[in-house]
Every structure is written in structure tokens, then in C-alpha cells.
């Protein structure tokens, strides 16, 4: 395994998400396959487990902390998350860590993270009414977490915002990172602030939800050229691995034969070339179906109702890959008058467009695609009345 130092501790540089655990028929999570998949993983010196209060209905903490405490607990190191980027009617941080707690059966989280503080999550984590921040950074100087840090799908600015107030306190952070997103969502911006300002970074997504893991198979006949026994999903983690102020990498298996290949991964260094990392570069631009915006903004400056046409742009090239809540999460977060459907079809950004982008028929295609995709209020409100099935 390889391994990768924190502070005092030495974590596995793979770490196993519970947000894709094995399932039974009824949708239930599967324990024996979960057990046999834990025992693997630590047969092979995987020491970090992260779960998360809404992952499989709230199941997910009891579930892995039931297969966790068949070991001792210093030979594991246990992560969860205050989901603060839910959107309910109040917040109550004490509440909800007491149940973390008790559902994990443990007296304290050796990791501890703000769940995805995002452009919509931002003012619930700062507001002085629910005391989020204080209530946590209290926990931790009461040694109830031992390492306190955020998970985030936001924009570049939108993190550096929050680090401005919070990065002092914050000892790491979890990005979605892989070598599709490197441009397509900017990931690179994201490691490279976090990089400049001292945080470690922990992947999610590494293989983009599996989308990564099964190329088309001309692709795919590429990286073989390369690597003839390599898994497609290794590369994915390949690429992470090289990135110097990467210390965790998350991946959400859902069966023995991922936690297998995984753990093969993982066994021991194997950098790509430089050559190699062109090539997955290369399949990347061919994935995105991109709309060539340079994000020079000369749209915005004409645009009469003042859409962040770029930021749109991005989003419609994301959706076009993979049709994903997270992705349109970005969207809903602004106010109805900075929406796509806002767009008067004026033409006046089309005219102006360096690259002659139709902007209009693009604000209506992404208008039709986000209507596709449910609003993360209605899945909030969805996973609330699972959680409360679930604790009752």
C-alpha cells in the first residue's frame, strides 16, 4: 500500500467511500459483502473509512462502523461530515454530531468535515444564528475530532472566499479531482489554490462515478497501446497519485472486484510518463464535448441581464458528459434572474463572441437540461424523510 503522511499520522494514499456501498434487493445495504470488502481492504493496509450523515439514507455510518469495530480502533481512522449544504429549516450542528457519534459507536471523529461548503452552502456554514463553525471548532479543541476540514464542489472563488475567513482552521480539503475535470471543472484551480495556501487535498470522484473506470473502446485501445494489463479505472488513479499535495484519494466501491483492482492500484508507485499524462489529457478533450469558450467575458459586458454567461457555458459542457446533480447544483444556486431561462436571446453576446459561440441556442439547451435534473431543495426534502424513516 501506498502510504502518505498527515501531520502525525501515516493514512493509506487509498481510502474507501461508503456513498456506493453493495446493496441487496430491496435496497438495502449488503453487511456480509460490506464485511468481506472491509476485511480486504484492511488485508491490504487501507486505513481510512469515510461515510457521511445523508449517504444510503443515513445507513452508511452505522453500516461501516458496524464492520469497523470487528478491529481494533487504532487500526483505523474514521471521517464524516456535517451536512450543512442540506437545505432544511434550521440547522442544529449538536444534534446531529451526538447522532454521527452514536451511530459510529466512537467518542470521537479522527476527521471531521464541513459537507460540500458550496456557493448555495456558504451563508448556512458562516451564519453567527446556527454557530456551525464555533459549534465544531469547539468539538475539536474537546479532542471530538481530531482533524477538522471541508469537502467542496464550488467554484474557485467561491473557496478562496471561504478560506479568506476560515482556511486557518480548516487542515484539509476534499475536491472532486480527476483528469477530466482538471479542465472541464477546473479542478487544477482548485489544487493549486489549496496547494498555494498549505492545505493537503483529498479526492473525490476520482474516476468520475465510474464514468472513467469504462472508456469507449477506441479509447481504451489507447491506454492499452501504453499499459496492455492496466485496469482503464488505474489510470485515473495514476493521474492523482503523481500530484505532490494529493494525500487521499477516495474511492466508492461498491464490490469486492473494485476493492481488488483498487488495492492492485495502490500496491506500490507506477508513475505515468509525461507522455502518458498527455494522452489522458488528450481523451479528456475528446470526453467534454466542449464549447470552445475562452472565458474572456467580453459576452458579460453587453449582456442586458447580466448572466455569468462563462460560468454557464461550463456547466452546459459538464452536463453534456454526464447529466449530474452536483454539476447542476451550481446553476440552482443562483437567484431566477441569473438562470439561463433569463437569457432574452438578444444575440448581443453572440455578436461580440471572439470564438462565435451561439450563446443563445446554449442558454436554452442548458435551460432544457437542468429542467431534466432534480432541484437539490426536492432531494434535500427527499433525504430528510429517509433519514427520519431511518432513525425511527
Not at 29 to 41: E, F, G, K, S, T
Not at 119 to 128: K, R
Not at 366 to 374: F, G, N, Q, S, Y
Request: proline share 6%; hydrophobic share 35%.
Amino acid at each position: 500500500m501506498i502510504y502518505k503522511g498527515f501531520q502525525d499520522k501515516k493514512l493509506s494514499n487509498l481510502g474507501f467511500g461508503t456513498m456506493r456501498l453493495p446493496l441487496n434487493a430491496d435496497g438495502s445495504i449488503d453487511q456480509p459483502q460490506l464485511d468481506a470488502m472491509v476485511d480486504l481492504a484492511m488485508a491490504n493496509g487501507v486505513n481510512y473509512f469515510d461515510t457521511a450523515y445523508p449517504y444510503h439514507g443515513g445507513a452508511s455510518e452505522t453500516a461501516i462502523a458496524k464492520s469497523l469495530h470487528r478491529y481494533p480502533r487504532d487500526r483505523w481512522y474514521l471521517a464524516d461530515k456535517y451536512p450543512g449544504h442540506q437545505i432544511v429549516e434550521r440547522y442544529d450542528p449538536k444534534a446531529i454530531f451526538e447522532d454521527q457519534l452514536k451511530k459510529c459507536g466512537v467518542d470521537y471523529f479522527d476527521f471531521y468535515l464541513l459537507h460540500n461548503v458550496w456557493e448555495g452552502s456558504l451563508d448556512v456554514y458562516l451564519d453567527p444564528q446556527w454557530g456551525i463553525m464555533d459549534y465544531f471548532l469547539e468539538q475539536k479543541r474537546l479532542g471530538r475530532i481530531s482533524h477538522l476540514g471541508f469537502s467542496t464542489h464550488g467554484r474557485p472563488d467561491m473557496i478562496r472566499s471561504f478560506l479568506d475567513r476560515y482556511g486557518s482552521e480548516m487542515e484539509f480539503c476534499q475536491i472532486q479531482l480527476n483528469y477530466l475535470d482538471w479542465t472541464l471543472q477546473d479542478a487544477k484551480g482548485k489544487y493549486d489554490l489549496l496547494t498555494e495556501r498549505g492545505i493537503p487535498v483529498w479526492v473525490m470522484e476520482p474516476v468520475r462515478g465510474g464514468k472513467l473506470a469504462k472508456l469507449s473502446e477506441p479509447e481504451e485501445a489507447k491506454l492499452r497501446a501504453h499499459r496492455p494489463d492496466a485496469s482503464t479505472a488505474s489510470w485515473g488513479f495514476r493521474f492523482l497519485q503523481d500530484l505532490p499535495n494529493v494525500t487521499m484519494i477516495l474511492s466508492g466501491m461498491s464490490d469486492l472486484a473494485q476493492m481488488e483492482d483498487n488495492l492492485e492500484t495502490f500496491a506500490a508507485p507506477a508513475p505515468l510518463t509525461q507522455q502518458e499524462k498527455d494522452l489522458l489529457l488528450e481523451l479528456a478533450e475528446g470526453m467534454k464535448h466542449a464549447i470552445p469558450c475562452t472565458a474572456c467575458r467580453y459576452c458579460c459586458d453587453g449582456c442586458p441581464v447580466g448572466l455569468d454567461i462563462p460560468t454557464l457555458l461550463s456547466v452546459c459542457s459538464d452536463l453534456r458528459f454526464s447529466p449530474s446533480l452536483i454539476t447542476a447544483m451550481a446553476v440552482q444556486a443562483l437567484p431566477e434572474e441569473k438562470q439561463p431561462s433569463a437569457c432574452l436571446a438578444c444575440g448581443k453576446c453572440q455578436k461580440i463572441c471572439p470564438q462565435g459561440i451561439d450563446i443563445p441556442s446554449i442558454m436554452s439547451e442548458l435551460t432544457e437540461r437542468l429542467a431534466t435534473i432534480p432541484n437539490w431543495a426536492d432531494v434535500c426534502r427527499q433525504r430528510e424523510e429517509e433519514q427520519k424513516k431511518h432513525r425511527a
